[in-house]
C-alpha cells in the first residue's frame, strides 16, 4: 500500500469517527447508529497469545490499547508469510464481530471511543443511515429510536450473511479448481486440529482440505485440544497447528464442497 492510500485510509477513519462523535460526544448524546466492537475474550486471546509465539510473535497486553495496536501489527507483520492465513484467521477467532448498534461501546479493534461508517454510502446502507440521521437533525426532525436499533441488528446480521456467502463461494472455486488434481502432492502447512483430523493448507493456492485421523494407520491418534494437536499413542508423533507438511490429494466433492488429502509418508512433518 502506497503512502497516499494510508492518507486516504486515514482521511476516511476520521471522518467515521467525527460523523460518530458530531452528535454522540455532546452533553446530550442523540440516538447514533454506531459501529461498535467488543473487547476479545481473554482465553481465545491467550491461545492466540500462545500459539503465535511459536512464530517469534508477541502481544503487547500492557493496556487495551497497546494490545489492539500490537495485534493489527501482528496482521502487517504476517503479509506474505507462510503463515499468513493461519494467523489471520486466529486473530479473526480471537476477537469479537462488529456490530451495527445504537448503544455505544466503542470500537476496540481500532481503539476508537466513538466509530461509524459514514464514507461509504454508495455500497453499504448503515452509512445511508447516518447521512439520513445527520440531515434529519439539521432539519430538527426526531428519529424513531426502535426502529432505527432494529435497522442496526438487521444491517449486522446480513453482513454476517454475506460473509458466510463468500467464504461458501471461495470454497467452491478453491474446490472446482482442484477437481483435476487428484494424486498430486502438494507442500502445506496444518491449518487446524479436531478430534476427526487436521486441516492442511497447501501453500501455493490457499486451498485448505481435510486429512482425516483414520488415515493416520501407523499409530493411534488422539486429540490434544489446549495444544492444537493430535498425538501418536505409541510413536508420540506430533500434527500441530503450524506444523508444515506434503499431502496427497485423494478425493474432492464438489457438491459438499470438501477437499480430502492424507498425508505423504515419503516426508516427515517437521515444525514451521
Known sequence: MTDSNHLI?????????????????IKSPKPMVYRVHAEPN??????????????????????????AKSINNIVKDVNGKAEQNIIENLAIRAMAKAVYTTKNIGHYGLAFDYYTHFTSPIRRYPDIMVHRLIFDYLRKNKPDTEELEQN????????????????????????????DKVGQVFDGII????????FVELKEN??????HIRTLTDD???FNAEEY????????????????TKVKL???????KQIDFELDYSEIVKEV
Do not use: P
Not at 481473554?42 to 490499547?65: A, H, P, V
Not at 454476517?160 to 478453491?174: D, G, P, T, V
Not at 490457499?206 to 486429512?211: Q, T
Open 9 to 25: 485510509e486515514e482521511f476516511m477513519l476520521l471522518a467515521n469517527r467525527k460523523a460518530a462523535e458530531i452528535y454522540g460526544k
Open 42 to 67: 481473554m482465553e481465545k486471546l491467550m491461545n492466540f497469545s500462545n500459539f503465535i509465539s511459536r512464530f517469534g510473535y508477541t502481544i503487547d497486553q500492557k493496556n487495551k490499547i497497546s494490545l
Open 152 to 179: 442496526c441488528k438487521h444491517c449486522s446480521y446480513q453482513e454476517q450473511q454475506a460473509s458466510l456467502a463468500e467464504r461458501a463461494s471461495i470454497k467452491y472455486k478453491q474446490v472446482e479448481f482442484m477437481q
Open 191 to 198: 491449518s487446524g486440529v479436531t478430534e476427526w483430523g487436521f
Open 206 to 211: 490457499a486451498c485448505e482440505g481435510l486429512v
Open 220 to 222: 493411534f491418534y488422539e
Open 229 to 244: 494437536c493430535i498425538v501418536g499413542s505409541y510413536t508420540g508423533k506430533v500434527f500441530q497447528l503450524g506444523n508444515e
Open 250 to 256: 485423494v478425493n474432492v466433492n464438489l457438491q459438499k
